[in-house]
């Protein structure tokens, strides 16, 4: 279980949970499975030295977990289980988090 500092409090969130960090500036915002949305006030470069090794940066200020990918719509876009759609770095490819993502479950 990790924490999450939030206004005021700490709050205990498990990294299963989290779908997808987007950083603005020197907060990230934390999209959770079950809906809720927590703002930190660290950037998201703070979260990449602390992330499990199935959170993928896809794009300059979205990281996203791979368990959560659903499907590609096109090479520059994929769905997660929550209904979004992530758009990927032109360098970067969808199809390589689809085969990421089924790699990364044998290992869990």
């Known amino acids: ?28 915002l934390f999209h959770l499975s ?12 703070f979260y990449t030295e602390v992330l499990p090794f199935h959170f993928v940066r896809v794009h300059k200020s979205c990281f996203i977990n791979i368990h959560f990918a ?13 209904g979004s759609e992530v758009s990927i770095a032109r360098r970067r490819k969808a199809t390589q988090f689809i085969k990421y993502k089924r790699k990364s479950k044998n290992c869990l």
Request: aromatic share 2%; glycine share 6%.
């Open 1 to 28: 279980m990790n924490t999450l500092p939030h206004v005021h409090k700490i709050l205990p969130v498990e990294t299963n949970e989290i779908i997808k960090l987007e950083g603005s500036g020197n907060y990230t």
């Open 34 to 45: 079950d809906g809720r949305k927590i703002l930190t006030s660290n950037s998201l470069a």
């Open 70 to 82: 659903e499907q590609r719509n096109t090479p520059t876009s994929l769905r997660l289980s929550d």
